[in-house]
């Protein structure tokens, strides 16, 4: 109760009753408010204002809020479904199926519950995300707030006792999946600063850029580090003027490099040299499990989010001492595998498969208009922060509910807002 009467549960309840109202004036806000409160759940407000989720429940609130409000503006939002959100509620169908057929609750876990609630925001996105404009605002969104997470744990990092980028306490807040969303920060902020004119924007969004690549660096991340090495090369790749971030890449290595300590630098060669790390000995032995799961139950699986209680049994002998009940899988395809079987791995695949296609085709058919071609860039960089993100899940697992069906939908929203603005060229 000490929260509710303190001045940030003032706060809190203030900026929540401004939200509501805002919400019901324009489904836009609400969903705002709505992203803006899971991406700040781990790394802020669960030690700021621990009520603001087990007693208030505020994310599943404006979720509901927005799908309201959303139907009370269904004159300007018009329903409209694409063929990811299909996907989306098939694969729904299957986690459930799987729950189903293992003798499981379908609804007795939350990887059934969560991922109903990401099919409803990957509804909300697609439909209200319509315009250039809205996207670009949910964007910069997505960027000042992430660098306000990731200047927050890096003064911690500063004046704490901690040798990594988290702050003790943050029990919840996994550091990869920390590192994961600043993975896909690192696009938006670059394709933004490409496009941008104004000098101080540019400056800023530059700050950004190197904030989420050090906050990489700082959480330790091996997951990270590989997805980060893999988003820069497709931010050159698909770069006209590759000297442009090839240059910039280089000082920001050499800013941070400078810094890094050596601890990192030995663990960033346990990658290669992974059978001297207890840790990822413990992720190769449940891969190898995953494996011999799906072997057994090729179809449907063992159930979604039934790896942690059934897979000891599948972990080779050789591997066992690297093991414990209840240990998570880190891999999300392999998680999707075994957890649902080839009939969901086929349905997920396709998912992923569907948007990053097209938007390599839209691209292409953009970049040669000079009107389409701001768009075909925010389409590519929101494709290649959902990209970052991906290969960063393949080290968490991010199957359910993660930050994955945040980007994935706006990767689809900005997909429509090409072929629309396509269609109104001809």
Known sequence: MEYFISLRGILVLILSAAGIILTFKNPKFGLITYIILLFAKDPFLLAWFPPSYPTLHLPKIFGILTLISLFIHSK???????????LMILFFIVIC??????????????????????????????????????????????IILNLFLTLYHYY?????????FVVPGYRTLDR??????????????????????????????????????????????????????????LLILQDKK??????????????????????????IKT????????????RVAVNYAAINMLKERPIIGFGAGNFNDMFLPYVPEDLKEYTEPGVSIH????????????????????????????????????????????????????AMAFLGYFAACQFIPGAYYSYLYIFLPLTTAALQIVRNSLAENR
């Open 76 to 86: 300007d939002y018009p329903p409209r479904l694409s063929l990811q959100f299909l």
């Open 97 to 142: 199926l799987s729950r189903y057929l293992n003798d499981t609750a379908i609804f007795g876990h939350k990887a059934s519950i969560e991922f109903f609630k990401m099919c409803v925001l990957f509804y909300l996105i697609t439909n209200i995300i319509r315009d250039k404009k809205s996207f670009e605002e949910v964007i910069w969104v997505l």
């Open 331 to 382: 891999n999300t395809v392999l998680q999707v595998a075994s957890e649902t079987g080839f009939l969901g791995l086929i349905i997920f695949t396709l998912l992923i498969g569907k948007t990053l296609f097209g938007v390599i085709k839209l691209r292409k058919l953009c970049l040669n208009n000079e009107q389409l071609e701001p768009l075909a860039y925010m389409a590519t960089g929101i």
């Open 176 to 233: 990869n999946g920390f590192a994961a969303t600043l993975v896909a920060m690192c696009p938006l902020a670059y394709v933004f600063l490409r496009e941008r004119k104004h000098l101080l924007v540019r400056i800023i969004l530059g700050f950004c850029l190197f904030s989420f690549i050090g906050g990489v660096i700082l959480t330790r991340s091996r997951g990270g580090f590989l997805a980060l090495v893999i988003t820069s090369f």
């Open 271 to 282: 990658i290669v040299q992974y059978e001297s790390d207890p840790s990822a000995m413990r």
């Open 242 to 267: 590759k000297t442009v971030p090839i240059f910039l890449f280089l000082i920001m290595g050499f800013l941070i490099g400078t810094r890094i300590s050596e601890k990192y630098i030995n663990r």
């Open 156 to 164: 911690y990092y500063k004046t704490g006792w901690q040798s990594i």
